[in-house]
Structures are given as C-alpha cells and as structure tokens.
C-alpha cells in the first residue's frame, strides 16, 4: 500500500512536467466525461483525385511564381515561393544601440536563411499512410538529403544555414491550404527556440544525472509499457507522459543518432515503416485525413563535437483532433494565459492508438 494508493490518475486533478521545456501541463481526466457542445468541424471531403490541374504542387503545374514543376515521379524539393526568412537582405547592427533600455527590451536578432518545399509523391491524393512503404522510405531519404546538402552548402560555401526544421503542417485545421502531401523545410541562421530550449534540457540533464534525457525516458517507457504505441528495431512511439495534444506521440530513435545524417539504410527504412503506421493508426482513429503537425528534432547543421553528444534524433506528433473527424482541442483561455490542459490521460490516449489496425488504412476497407 503506498501513499498513492487512493490517488485515481484516470479522475484526479494533478499536473505534469514536460522535462523537455521545463514546463507543465494541466491534466483533468474527470472532464473527459462531460458532453460535447462546442463547435463541428466540417467532415474533410473523403476523396481527392490522383491529379489536380489547380493544384500548385502536382507534376506539370504552374506555381504561384510561374515556374512549372518539373513532371517529378518521386520527390520533389523546390525553393518556397514566399519564404519566411531570405538568403540576402540588408544587414541589421544588432549592438547599434545606445540606449539601454532599448537593448533590454527590444532585443533583435538578424536571422537569414532559405526555405523548401517537399513534395511526398506526385499523386495529389496519398498522404503517407497511404503511400506504399518505398514511397515512404523516399520522403525519409529526402529529408536526409537536404540535411546533408544544406550543411555542405553552409559549410564549403558559406550559406547562413545553422538549424534545419523539416516539417509538416497537415489538413485544414492545421491552416494547410493545399491538400497535395507535402512538406516544409525552414533552414535559419539561428536555432529556433522550441530546439534551443530542448538542447538547454538535455545538456542540464547529463550534468546532473550523466546520462541522455532521452535514453533514459525511453528506457522507462519500454519498462512501464503504459505510453507506448508502436516500436521496431530502431525506434519506438509514445504518447507523452506530459503530452498536452490529445494523440500526441514522440517518436524517438532507440540508439544515440544525432541526426539523420547517422541513419543507415535499415534506420531510414525502420522511420519510414514506423510513421507509416502511425499515421495509418492516425486516419483509423476517427476515420478521416488525420491533421497534425509534426516534425523532426536534431543537431543542428556541422554540429560541434558537443551539440552532436546532446542531441538526440526525434519527432514530435501533435494533432489536434480530439473526441472525433469534427471535434477539435484549441488552446485557447486557461491553457494560453495559465498552462496547457488535457481531460483524456496519456495512457488513455495511448490505449486508443494501440488497439488501432496500424496495417490497413480504413479507405482500403471501404
Ligand atoms: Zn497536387
Ligand atoms: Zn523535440
């Protein structure tokens, strides 16, 4: 009989620590149970065809600069059209203050940098648990390839690239306009802060404890079993203990891999099998294109000795469907001026995505 013995994590109040951001979330599983009266999304339309003569990112096309897309039949990486940061602009003094007050409160930063376009597939309408597996396999040499390139770019000619953040913002409801599978590829000068705050925990973790924040957690989760959703030779999946999205996962490699520019073939493939089955759990969920944003964390580009021994290759999951295809979480009141919320517990969550088929997408059913 312990002191928690009465404690009841599937009813009681309590908060969480996210030991990767140093901060906490709110979790009231009590409120799972309440009904629903909120807002319905409208049901995403099922199908969409294999070519889009309007879509700006199919073979062929004209895109909004007026270059075509070559008539790709794998990957495609392109310049963005609207960059959120440019290769060239005027240089910004950031020391040119002389007032400093100025300097407390208006600290500036110049960042310069480029950003990419990936194109999954030709077809408009496989996303990546639709994709076969070789396909998948594809999009992870992708992300590998701009990797390495953009480090040899920043490294022999001088490129303001420091940090790579591959990602992709997927469906409506995460404001992704274009349903043609694809995704994005911020390369900055800096490291953005999400990263720098995640680097900062993992140095002060080995400091005080020796060994990787992240080995240790998942060595944990393999023994509690409780969060875990999926693992293969190299990688295993988890819902957070601190997770703030409702499916939220972390997938995380089982071996010390900086970046993915360490992945062997076996690895590359091993990361494509695991998030095409994660993402397939994903659309079985609630039987629709599940939305997300998700993205992978690592060293940055020529990572020094010691950025390469604390960082530690992941990806984050965060979608923000909550109860079914309509009903979604926003972070909106006590969650943006207290903490992040969650009603449905991690385990919970976790239990849903483990019961799921991870094999057979639901389309292929129908
Ligand atoms: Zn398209
Ligand atoms: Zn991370």
Known sequence: MTRNSHFDFTDNSHRRYNPL????VLVSPHRAKRPWLGQQEAIAKPTEPEFDS??????????????????????LIFSNDFPAVKLEQPRL??????NSLKRRFMKTQSVEGNCFVLCFSPKHNLTLPLLPL???????????????DLGKEAKQNGKPYKYIQIFENKGSAMGCSNP??????WCCSTVPSEVEKEFKSFAKYTSEHSGNLLADYVALERKERERIVLENDSFVVVVPYWAVWPFETLVVSKAHLSSIAEFNDKQQRDLASIVKKLTTKYDNLFETSFPYSMGLHQAPLNATQEEKNTAWFHMHFYPPLLRSATVRKFLVGFELLGEPQRDLTAEQAAKRLVDLDGD??????L
């Open 54 to 75: 309007k879509c700006y990112l199919c073979p062929g096309n004209a895109r909004a600069s007026g270059e075509v897309n070559p008539k790709y039949t794998s990957t």
């Open 180 to 185: 043609h599978p694809h995704g994005q590829a």
């Open 134 to 148: 070789d396909d998948v396999v594809n999009v992870v040499e992708a992300w590998k390839k701009l990797y390495v």
């Open 21 to 24: 951001t140093d901060s906490w």
């Open 360 to 365: 057979v997408h639901y389309a292929e059913k």
């Open 93 to 98: 003094y950031e020391d040119d203050y002389h």
